[in-house]
Protein backbone atom coordinates (compact mmCIF):
# COMPACT_ATOMS: atom_id res chain seq x y z
CA UNK A 1 0.00 0.00 0.00
CA UNK A 2 1.02 3.33 -0.66
CA UNK A 3 -0.05 6.57 1.16
CA UNK A 4 -0.03 9.81 -0.84
CA UNK A 5 -1.16 13.36 0.86
CA UNK A 6 -0.88 16.91 -1.39
CA UNK A 7 -0.37 19.91 0.12
CA UNK A 8 0.11 23.55 -1.22
CA UNK A 9 -2.94 24.37 -2.93
CA UNK A 10 -4.37 28.22 -2.29
CA UNK A 11 -5.56 31.25 -4.08
CA UNK A 12 -3.29 33.21 -6.13
CA UNK A 13 -3.66 35.81 -8.67
CA UNK A 14 -2.89 35.13 -12.71
CA UNK A 15 1.22 35.24 -13.21
CA UNK A 16 1.78 33.86 -9.99
CA UNK A 17 3.30 30.65 -9.10
CA UNK A 18 2.18 28.00 -6.67
CA UNK A 19 4.23 24.85 -5.08
CA UNK A 20 2.55 21.38 -4.49
CA UNK A 21 3.81 18.57 -2.46
CA UNK A 22 3.01 15.27 -1.88
CA UNK A 23 4.20 13.27 0.76
CA UNK A 24 4.65 9.30 -0.03
CA UNK A 25 4.87 6.96 2.32
CA UNK A 26 4.51 3.13 2.71
CA UNK A 27 5.56 0.31 0.31
CA UNK A 28 7.36 2.28 -2.41
CA UNK A 29 9.25 0.43 -5.09
CA UNK A 30 12.26 1.85 -6.86
CA UNK A 31 10.15 1.38 -10.00
CA UNK A 32 8.13 3.54 -9.01
CA UNK A 33 6.32 6.24 -11.45
CA UNK A 34 4.70 9.54 -9.72
CA UNK A 35 2.44 11.83 -11.49
CA UNK A 36 0.67 14.81 -11.33
CA UNK A 37 -3.34 15.50 -12.35
CA UNK A 38 -6.14 18.11 -12.00
CA UNK A 39 -9.61 17.72 -12.68
CA UNK A 40 -11.03 21.68 -13.22
CA UNK A 41 -14.85 22.53 -12.66
CA UNK A 42 -16.58 20.88 -14.51
CA UNK A 43 -14.23 18.58 -16.08
CA UNK A 44 -12.48 15.06 -16.53
CA UNK A 45 -9.50 14.54 -14.58
CA UNK A 46 -6.48 15.29 -16.89
CA UNK A 47 -2.46 14.54 -16.32
CA UNK A 48 -0.52 16.95 -16.19
CA UNK A 49 2.95 15.74 -15.14
CA UNK A 50 4.63 12.54 -14.39
CA UNK A 51 8.48 11.62 -13.69
CA UNK A 52 9.38 7.55 -13.99
CA UNK A 53 11.90 5.67 -11.83
CA UNK A 54 14.40 7.38 -14.23
CA UNK A 55 13.97 10.55 -13.33
CA UNK A 56 11.86 11.06 -17.27
CA UNK A 57 9.29 13.71 -17.55
CA UNK A 58 6.61 14.36 -18.93
CA UNK A 59 4.68 17.52 -19.10
CA UNK A 60 0.66 18.19 -20.77
CA UNK A 61 1.31 20.97 -23.64
CA UNK A 62 -0.99 22.98 -21.79
CA UNK A 63 1.77 23.47 -18.98
CA UNK A 64 5.40 22.75 -20.48
CA UNK A 65 7.24 25.51 -19.86
CA UNK A 66 4.99 26.78 -16.68
CA UNK A 67 5.33 23.77 -14.23
CA UNK A 68 8.37 21.65 -13.45
CA UNK A 69 8.15 17.93 -11.77
CA UNK A 70 10.43 16.75 -9.10
CA UNK A 71 11.34 14.88 -6.34
CA UNK A 72 12.89 14.36 -3.53
CA UNK A 73 13.73 10.78 -2.60
CA UNK A 74 15.67 11.46 0.82
CA UNK A 75 12.20 13.47 1.68
CA UNK A 76 9.73 10.96 0.10
CA UNK A 77 8.54 14.18 -1.41
CA UNK A 78 6.98 14.41 -5.13
CA UNK A 79 6.51 18.27 -5.92
CA UNK A 80 5.15 20.62 -9.12
CA UNK A 81 6.45 23.57 -9.44
CA UNK A 82 3.83 26.00 -10.87
CA UNK A 83 4.86 29.46 -12.68
CA UNK A 84 2.94 31.96 -14.52
CA UNK A 85 -0.74 30.07 -13.65
CA UNK A 86 -3.36 31.45 -15.55
CA UNK A 87 -7.01 31.18 -14.72
CA UNK A 88 -7.82 28.06 -16.78
CA UNK A 89 -5.25 26.27 -14.08
CA UNK A 90 -7.90 26.62 -11.68
CA UNK A 91 -8.62 22.28 -11.07
CA UNK A 92 -7.84 20.10 -7.79
CA UNK A 93 -4.93 18.43 -8.07
CA UNK A 94 -4.25 15.13 -7.17
CA UNK A 95 -0.81 13.16 -7.23
CA UNK A 96 -0.75 9.57 -8.22
CA UNK A 97 2.06 6.89 -7.84
CA UNK A 98 2.01 2.86 -9.62
CA UNK A 99 4.75 0.74 -10.40
CA UNK A 100 5.87 1.14 -13.99
CA UNK A 101 4.51 -1.55 -16.26
CA UNK A 102 7.54 -0.69 -18.78
CA UNK A 103 10.59 0.88 -18.95
CA UNK A 104 10.51 2.16 -22.52
CA UNK A 105 6.70 4.20 -21.86
CA UNK A 106 6.10 6.77 -19.41
CA UNK A 107 3.08 6.28 -17.66
CA UNK A 108 0.97 9.69 -18.39
CA UNK A 109 -3.20 8.10 -18.12
CA UNK A 110 -5.10 8.09 -15.34
CA UNK A 111 -5.13 4.11 -15.71
CA UNK A 112 -1.65 3.52 -15.11
CA UNK A 113 -1.65 4.67 -11.67
CA UNK A 114 -3.48 2.35 -8.58
CA UNK A 115 -2.35 5.08 -6.13
CA UNK A 116 -4.22 8.69 -5.51
CA UNK A 117 -4.27 10.94 -3.18
CA UNK A 118 -7.24 13.12 -1.95
CA UNK A 119 -6.20 16.12 -3.72
CA UNK A 120 -5.08 19.98 -2.64
CA UNK A 121 -7.47 22.87 -4.44
CA UNK A 122 -5.78 25.16 -6.71
CA UNK A 123 -7.19 28.56 -7.41
CA UNK A 124 -6.56 31.26 -10.04
CA UNK A 125 -8.03 34.48 -10.10
CA UNK A 126 -7.85 37.16 -13.27
Known amino acids: QVQLVESGGGSVQAGGSLRLSCAVS????????LAWFRRPPGKEREGVAT???????YYADSVKGRFTISQDNAENTLYLQMNSLKPEDTAMYYC????????????????????WGQGTQVTVSS
Open 96 to 115: AADIMRSTIVIPIEEDDFGY
Open 51 to 57: IDSAART
Open 26 to 33: GSTHSSYA
